[in-house]
């Protein structure tokens, strides 16, 4: 059955965001594709798909304008099926893995107002849709292996580390929320390195084909209320 989608950071063609948009488009589903700025890799992309992609320019640093983007949301359809939560932005440390005595701390903070609030200001925002869902319906977080505590080996990268090791708790609390009503399923998934740049070129997946890989895990998780919060894009359980 045909799912109406929300996916946010999505304006980079060839990025996960942009590829979770292409493989719910071409499933059937109706896909709403949030941005902080127009995207013409989208709006070619609408072209094709002028019915079921919907463009919605969303600042999840913002409170208000995640409200806006919910009512807008809402006006169209009647529920949403599932959220992939993917956008993130670090500190300007990050792309040069400054080591910590050369990084900007005052710069951690907007940070995580974006990338470990914001995901949480989408779900608040969009939950009354979440309710309306026909099934059981789905919240994802991207998360990444660089989020566990247990493996870290991490001595710089504190920005990117802590956004995702705090994503994965606010993951768990809100399992922890929706479990005894079983109207929501929530996971955090560890992506892999995925080819979304040049400085990936050597990384071992391809964004649009790992898109699919991991869209059949969240289906395979929909109904699995089994206590898992934590999983990489194999379906396997990761440690915190």
Same mark, same amino acid.
């Given at each position: 059955?045909?799912?109406?989608?929300?996916?946010?950071?999505?304006?980079?063609?060839?990025?996960?965001? /942009?590829?979770?948009? %292409?493989?719910? !488009?071409?499933?059937?589903?109706?896909?709403? +594709?949030? =941005? @902080?700025?127009?995207?013409?890799?989208?709006?070619?992309?609408?072209?094709? /798909?002028?019915?079921? %992609?919907?463009? !919605?320019?969303?600042?999840?640093?913002?409170? +208000?304008? =995640? @409200?806006?983007?919910?009512?807008?949301?809402?006006?169209?359809?009647?529920?949403?099926?599932?959220?992939?939560?993917?956008?993130?932005?670090?500190?300007?440390?990050?792309?040069?893995?400054?080591?910590?005595?050369?990084?900007?701390?005052?710069?951690?903070?907007?940070?995580?107002?974006?990338?470990?609030?914001?995901?949480?200001?989408?779900?608040?925002?969009?939950?009354?849709?979440?309710?309306?869902?026909?099934?059981?319906?789905?919240?994802?977080?991207?998360?990444?292996?660089?989020?566990?505590?247990?493996?870290?080996?991490?001595?710089?990268?504190?920005?990117?580390?802590?956004?995702?090791?705090?994503?994965?708790?606010?993951?768990?609390?809100?399992?922890?929320?929706?479990?005894?009503?079983?109207?929501?399923?929530?996971?955090?998934?560890?992506?892999?390195?995925?080819?979304?740049?040049?400085?990936?070129?050597?990384?071992?997946?391809?964004?649009?084909?790992?898109?699919?890989?991991?869209?059949?895990?969240?289906?395979?998780?929909?109904?699995?209320?089994?206590?898992?919060?934590?999983?990489?894009?194999?379906?396997?359980?990761?440690?915190?």
């Amino acid at each position: 059955m045909a799912q109406n989608v929300l996916v946010t950071g999505t304006g980079r063609e060839g990025a996960l965001g /942009y590829c979770f948009v %292409l493989t719910y !488009l071409k499933q059937g589903d109706t896909v709403f +594709a949030t =941005v @902080r700025k127009p995207s013409p890799a989208l709006e070619k992309l609408k072209e094709q /798909y002028p019915d079921r %992609l919907h463009i !919605l320019e969303m600042d999840i640093g913002s409170t +208000a304008s =995640v @409200r806006a983007a919910a009512e807008e949301v809402a006006r169209l359809v009647p529920c949403l099926d599932l959220i992939i939560n993917n956008a993130v932005v670090t500190t300007p440390d990050y792309p040069v893995h400054n080591p910590f005595e050369e990084m900007t701390l005052d710069n951690i903070a907007g940070a995580f107002d974006v990338s470990t609030v914001g995901p949480l200001r989408v779900i608040q925002a969009m939950q009354p849709l979440l309710y309306q869902s026909a099934g059981t319906a789905m919240v994802v977080n991207i998360s990444s292996g660089a989020g566990c505590i247990t493996t870290c080996r991490n001595d710089r990268d504190l920005d990117y580390c802590m956004i995702k090791c705090a994503m994965n708790m606010s993951s768990k609390i809100l399992y922890n929320k929706y479990e005894a009503e079983k109207k929501v399923r929530v996971l955090a998934i560890h992506p892999g390195w995925m080819r979304t740049n040049a400085g990936n070129a050597k990384a071992p997946f391809d964004p649009y084909e790992h898109s699919e890989r991991m869209r059949k895990v969240f289906e395979a998780r929909r109904e699995s209320f089994d206590g898992v919060v934590f999983i990489d894009y194999d379906n396997r359980e990761m440690p915190w």
